[in-house]
Structures are given as structure tokens and as C-alpha cells.
């Protein structure tokens, strides 16, 4: 038997396992810590891929707005939100992100203000109910002294 040797180009060629690009989210990690409540774990997150430029940086600083500012976060940080939004609004000015941000901006500046102006109707108020605790003690002194005085005017008449 006379077999033809086999030239390499003509051997039959090993399956070739198919490339697979597997292109991560650089956000999926901070999406996860924030699902599970890691508010905090999260924004270190997105502080890292803003400083590492591993994602797009206004939407680091959006999600760093996002979940300082969240209801359930219980460790909320309006002031550190603002900064984020605003940062994001003035470095980032073409960002599809500046309108969101600027609405956030907006609503946490609304809230800092009612916020303050609680702060300064509550210092008005402890101030008036000092004032009226002192005007009770006044009118009560004021009461024992006309009393005071009642008592030695019987008791100047009864002599």
C-alpha cells in the first residue's frame, strides 16, 4: 500500500474554538455593591473607575451623585452629591449625563434650603420658648409680689 504522505497544508486543521470577547461592564461591580446595600463600597467603586478612567467618567461621577444622595442609603451625603453633580455638570458639559445632574442639582439645593431654613425656624423657636419661660416666671414673681403687697396693705388697714 502506497499511501501519498500527508503535507501540512493539506492535513486536516484542529477546530479552532471560537474567539469570545467578553467585554465587561466596567459598572457592573458598583451596580452589584449598590443592590445589595453597600452604598458606601459602592461609591469607592465608582471613585476608582473615575480615577483609573476604566468607565466613562461623568457617569462615575453621576452614579457617586446618585447614591450619595439615594433614600436608602442610611449614610446619605447631600453636600458630597452636589459636588459630584456639579462636578460632572462643569467638566463634563456635553455628557449626556448634564441635564439628569442638573435636575439633581436643583432639587438637592431646594432641599438644603428648606433644610436650613428648619434648622433657623427650630433655633426660633427654642429661643420663644425660652422667652416664654421667662415670661411665666416673671408674671408668677409679679403675682407673688402683688400678693406681697396685698398682704401688708390688710395687714397696715387691720391696725
Aim: charged residues 30%.
Amino acid at each position: 500500500m502506497n499511501s501519498a504522505p500527508v503535507s501540512p497544508i493539506s492535513a486536516p486543521l484542529p477546530p479552532v474554538p471560537p474567539v469570545v470577547q467578553t467585554r465587561t461592564d466596567p459598572f457592573e461591580q458598583s451596580k452589584a455593591l449598590f443592590s445589595q446595600g453597600q452604598y458606601e463600597a459602592a461609591i469607592i467603586e465608582n471613585q476608582k473607575i473615575f480615577q483609573d478612567r476604566k468607565g466613562s467618567p461623568d457617569v462615575a461621577l453621576f452614579n457617586m451623585g446618585m447614591i450619595s444622595a439615594h433614600p436608602t442609603n442610611p449614610k446619605k451625603n447631600y453636600p458630597r452629591a452636589l459636588s459630584s453633580f456639579r462636578t460632572l455638570v462643569k467638566d463634563y458639559p456635553h455628557s449626556p449625563m448634564v441635564d439628569p445632574a442638573k435636575t439633581w442639582i436643583t432639587v438637592l439645593e431646594e432641599h438644603q434650603k428648606i433644610a436650613d431654613e428648619k434648622r433657623s425656624l427650630t433655633k426660633e423657636r427654642e429661643a420663644l420658648l425660652q422667652e416664654k419661660d421667662k415670661l411665666k416666671y416673671t408674671i408668677e414673681k409679679s403675682r407673688q409680689v402683688d400678693i406681697d403687697i396685698e398682704k401688708r396693705r390688710r395687714g397696715t388697714l387691720q391696725k
